[in-house]
């Protein structure tokens, strides 16, 4: 939910009574236990003790600094809005941090809650891998819960659980609502849907807000006593090995007999794409190979192949095309993203990277291919690397023999999508509309009622809207029906009665030098006359006419980019304004991810109407160039878009 920065309004102090009415609220509706008076050794002073540990809960809870805030951001794939409640505070020691964030009448604790407040929720457990997804934003499907049956009675349907991983199973890292029973599960593999709906976790952006606005948030604790409450030792590993599980559609796929299956085996087994669903959930298959340490040497092999294997794939796939389907030139990332990373052959492919073989980067990569004359590269400002030309006949990707990939990449590179380097190529139109369109803005202009004796003398209609070629013969019309031009200079308009009050109204200094004189230049006349006359515009795509289309009042709006820096110094481009230009932002932003090989999001414009919303478009990196590229492939003049470089400090 908090994937994107929230609009969070001041921060208010929060009054005593109520941070103890909310407080009361938050230990009766999570069943916090309160000590009673039989629980102290001093049966005359009970009624003090417990005072003093009902104040020590609340304070636990909701220190007594406490400050709260409203706040709005948006949710779910449909981006509809929601707003809530923020409760700020600071533990002894601990810097400012949310701690609570109320949604309609639910109030949900944050990981800095639960880190300070062991036991406060129910706590399940899911491998590690699965949990990165989980922190992207992804919802935990039923098979990724591990550590049970049994789950903890708590979790039904509706109920706060908090999620750990494995290597760390009692430090809470993500919040989140069962959207089912989990407690009565009696098993979770083959079972389907989703488990748990996250709602905020580490990393998230109420995990790093601080009062500073530094944007970084506190590290998690490597252990924190009170939370995992499972057994350990011989106890917890005979538990784990009497679960019995029979996949009995395995058996009869592969024409074999039903297995014993652990779930000792099944928390190591991580790879399957229903785990998790959610915005950052990616599918891919389990490969039973075995995990081991590569060689530097055997890594180069593998992105070398890789690379190969991907040429031989799109020369075979775009042989029609001259250019084999291809923007040139190629920069690095586009080349790496969509050529190699999709043809690697191996699971472990997500921990591979281009830092692991001899080369340490893409630039030195790309150079070896140019050394061995399978392309040509060149640099660029910057020290970026773009390929120019790649000789697809060579017989290395010719006679390449391609072998056998996961699920996840075989299916990109057989069918053209994410993986066959499709995202490079120069046909993309098939799924975005705007892509190759002619927009054309139109600037009209509606005069004041003040001229509508000028409009008069050429017969023409002052509550009409003119183009500024439009409006020249008119105003020429009226200056030579009232015999206005100079004596002694033709370019030189005298000024009547009404052209001195309706243009010039005496406000400025150069308003005053002119009704002194009498008289302007007529190319001045004409520009004063429309400054003063109300904008309207028109936005055409392709063969609209402008009679066809009702004039908005304003000058046209203009598609602004913003450079800026987040987190100390990582810089973001966002974009926003396209929709007038007939662009669809979800769309953008898919070419934008697969162009920049950046990850990309779309939200909601802070400030935009929830009726009339305008979508900002996210993307990692420095990516102004990128983005003014996609934008004139869809119709859209340079001159039509704003630059604003926060990064330099400047506006261009």
């Known amino acids: 939910m908090f994937k994107k920065k929230p609009n969070i309004k001041a921060l208010a102090p929060l009054r005593s009574s109520d941070r103890r009415r909310i407080a009361d609220q938050i230990i009766a509706h999570y069943g916090v236990e309160i000590p009673s008076k039989e629980a102290t050794d001093q049966p005359e002073t009970g009624q003090e003790t417990a005072t003093i540990s009902?104040?020590?809960?609340?304070?636990?809870?909701?220190?007594?600094?406490?400050?709260?805030?409203?706040?709005?951001t948006t949710a779910g794939k449909d981006l509809k809005q929601i707003s809530g409640t923020l409760y700020v505070g600071k533990h002894s020691g601990q810097p400012q941090r949310v701690l609570w964030i109320k949604l309609e009448d639910r109030l949900l604790p944050t990981v800095y809650t639960l880190w300070m407040n062991p036991g406060l929720v129910p706590l399940l457990h899911t491998p590690d891998v699965v949990l990165q997804k989980l922190r992207g934003g992804a919802d935990l499907m039923t098979p990724g819960l591990a550590r049970g049956p049994p789950f903890p009675p708590k979790a039904t349907k509706g109920s706060v659980v908090a999620i750990a991983s494995l290597e760390k199973p009692?430090?809470?890292?993500?919040?989140?609502?069962?959207?089912?029973?989990?407690?009565?599960?009696?098993q979770v593999r083959g079972a389907k849907g989703h488990a748990v709906r996250g709602e905020h976790w580490d990393g998230d952006e109420i995990w790093a807000w601080s009062q500073g606005g530094s944007g970084s948030g506190g590290s998690a604790p490597d252990d924190i006593q009170g939370w995992d409450t499972y057994d350990s030792g011989s106890g917890l590993e005979q538990r784990l090995n009497d679960i019995v599980i029979e996949d009995s559609d395995d058996a009869q796929n592969d024409g074999g007999v039903p297995i014993p299956y652990t779930a000792a085996q099944k928390s190591q087994e991580i790879g399957q794409n229903e785990f998790v669903e959610g915005e950052d959930a990616e599918p891919f298959e389990r490969v039973d190979e075995e995990e081991k340490d590569l060689s530097t040497k055997e890594i180069d092999d593998i992105f070398w192949n890789a690379l190969l294997y991907g040429l031989h794939h799109h020369g075979n796939t775009n042989r029609s095309d001259p250019h084999h389907g291809l923007n040139f030139p190629v920069n690095q990332s586009a080349l790496i993203s969509n050529l190699v990373l999709p043809f690697l052959p191996i699971t472990q492919a997500a921990t591979l990277n281009i830092k692991k073989t001899s080369w340490k980067n893409a630039k030195k990569f790309i150079k070896a291919f140019d050394k061995a004359r399978l392309l040509k590269s060149k640099d660029?400002?910057?020290?970026?690397?773009?390929?120019?030309?790649?000789?697809?006949?060579?017989?290395?990707?010719?006679?390449?023999?391609?072998?056998?990939?996961?699920?996840?990449?075989?299916?990109?590179?057989?069918?053209?999508?994410?993986?066959?380097?499709?995202?490079?190529?120069?046909?993309?139109?098939?799924?975005?509309?705007?892509?190759?369109?002619k927009l054309s803005k139109i600037d009209l202009y509606k005069p004041k009622e003040q001229l509508a004796p000028v409009f008069a003398a050429s017969k023409a209609n002052h509550h009409a809207l003119y183009l500024p070629t439009e409006l020249r013969p008119i105003i020429n019309a009226y200056i030579d029906s009232e015999e206005l031009l100079s004596d002694t200079n033709k370019r030189l308009v005298n000024l009547d009665p009404i052209l001195a009050n309706a243009v010039f109204d005496g406000s400025t200094t150069l308003d005053r030098e002119v009704l002194a004189k009498g008289s302007v230049p007529r190319d001045a006349l004409i520009e004063r006359m429309l400054k003063s006359c109300s904008p309207y515009h028109i936005i055409l795509r392709n063969d609209e006419t402008r009679d066809s289309f009702k004039a908005k009042a304003g000058h046209a709006p203009k598609i602004t980019i913003v450079l800026e820096t987040r987190s100390g110094n990582k810089t973001v481009t966002k974009l926003s304004g396209v929709e007038v230009f007939h662009i669809q932002p979800q769309a953008l932003a898919d070419e934008l991810q697969k162009a920049c090989a950046s990850?990309?999001?779309?939200?909601?414009?802070?400030g935009s109407s929830p009726k009339k919303p305008v979508m900002e478009v996210m993307v990692q990196g420095p990516q102004k160039d990128a983005m003014i590229k996609a934008l004139e492939k869809r119709g859209v003049s340079r001159h039509w878009v704003e630059v604003n470089d926060k990064t330099k400090g400047k506006k261009k």
Request: proline content about 5%; charged content about 20%.
């Open 54 to 72: 009902v104040g020590a809960i609340r304070n636990a809870l909701l220190p007594d600094n406490t400050q709260s805030a409203r706040f709005t």
């Open 170 to 186: 009692n430090v809470p890292m993500v919040v989140g609502v069962c959207e089912i029973d989990v407690a009565s599960l009696q």
């Open 380 to 437: 660029r400002d910057g020290g970026e690397c773009v390929v120019v030309e790649i000789d697809f006949e060579d017989p290395a990707i010719v006679n390449f023999v391609p072998y056998k990939l996961p699920k996840k990449e075989t299916a990109g590179a057989e069918s053209g999508g994410g993986g066959g380097g499709k995202a490079i190529t120069a046909d993309t139109s098939s799924f975005d509309g705007s892509i190759g369109q």
């Open 599 to 606: 990850s990309t999001s779309v939200g909601q414009l802070a």
